[in-house]
């Protein structure tokens, strides 16, 4: 049985789609599916328990990720076990995918980010073109999905009060010990405008910095080489154009995450609410 969890905090245009890929085509007593509602004001419970078994919800009062996530693994029985973001779009094939690395003695994977970008302004595309290139390891990266095998998970308890789940869980492995699966896609919707981006982009810019204050000593992200990293563009792009967004929208990323930690701001959550729109 594979296990998946889906923390939701009001993802009622989303989190039908979510649900419809995970189960298609889901062989009876193949999934055990949690979606932990948490602070939701809006229909996302109603909807999740529309599907039936083998889709179970629990809602708590507090709009909080990582407790949405601890509450629904004190349901959890299964291993392997998935944490899938609710606006994400990842086929029943890919879980399968994921959950078959992890069998074969892998403890932490995910799968591959397909980047939607379809309805993403020019200079986001821009940024993106740069962004996905990157020869960084790519595991968990604006995937919004990952799992751990039964081993794994004993890396570490509870998940902390932390905006980063995903980044925490990172730090708990030596990049050898993760693995991306190209064999599994999830859809991800790419932010709409460079307002946006920024926003999102910051977000994630502050789990990394409240990491690096909870986690003293540890590394939380993986170590980058420049050089490499503009030696591996391809010659026929656009550089002057997408690296001058690239890098304008990485500074001004960099100075409102510093000016929200410094103000003590770090728990704020900043979400792309125009990638939700069913």
Same mark, same amino acid.
């Given at each position: ?101 992890? /069998? ?71 990049? /050898? ?36 204050? /909870? ?51 770090? /728990? ?11």
């Amino acid at each position: 049985m594979i296990s998946i969890i889906i923390p939701a905090h009001n993802e009622e245009t989303v989190i039908e789609r979510c649900l419809a890929a995970l189960l298609d085509g889901a062989e009876p007593g193949e999934l055990e599916l949690i979606v932990a509602c948490n602070g939701c004001s809006d229909a996302t419970a109603e909807k999740a328990r529309s599907f039936g078994p083998p889709v179970q919800v629990i809602e708590i009062a507090q709009a909080s990720k990582t407790a949405a996530i601890n509450a629904a693994e004190r349901l959890a029985t299964a291993f392997p076990r998935l944490y899938v973001d609710a606006d994400v779009v990842l086929p029943l094939s890919g879980a399968r995918a994921v959950a078959e690395t992890l /069998q074969n003695g892998h403890l932490l994977a995910s799968p591959v980010a397909d980047t939607d970008l379809g309805a993403s302004s020019a200079a986001v595309r821009a940024f993106y073109d740069i962004w996905l290139r990157l020869p960084y390891n790519r595991v968990m990266v604006g995937t919004g999905v990952y799992a751990l095998s039964k081993e794994g998970r004993a890396r570490f308890g509870e998940f902390p009060p932390i905006i980063a789940d995903d980044g925490y869980v990172r730090s708990r492995f030596a990049p /050898q010990e993760r693995v991306a699966v190209p064999e599994a896609k999830v859809r991800v919707v790419a932010p709409r405008t460079l307002g946006d981006l920024v926003r999102v982009k910051t977000r994630v810019r502050q789990g990394l910095y409240q990491l690096q204050t /909870q986690c003293p000593g540890k590394s939380v992200t993986d170590s980058k080489d420049m050089r490499a990293v503009l030696l591996s563009l391809p010659k026929s792009l656009a550089l002057p154009w997408q690296m001058l967004v690239y890098l304008t929208v990485n500074a001004v990323v960099r100075f409102r995450a510093r000016r929200a930690r410094n103000a003590n701001f770090l /728990q704020k959550w900043h979400r792309d609410d125009a990638a939700r729109i069913a």
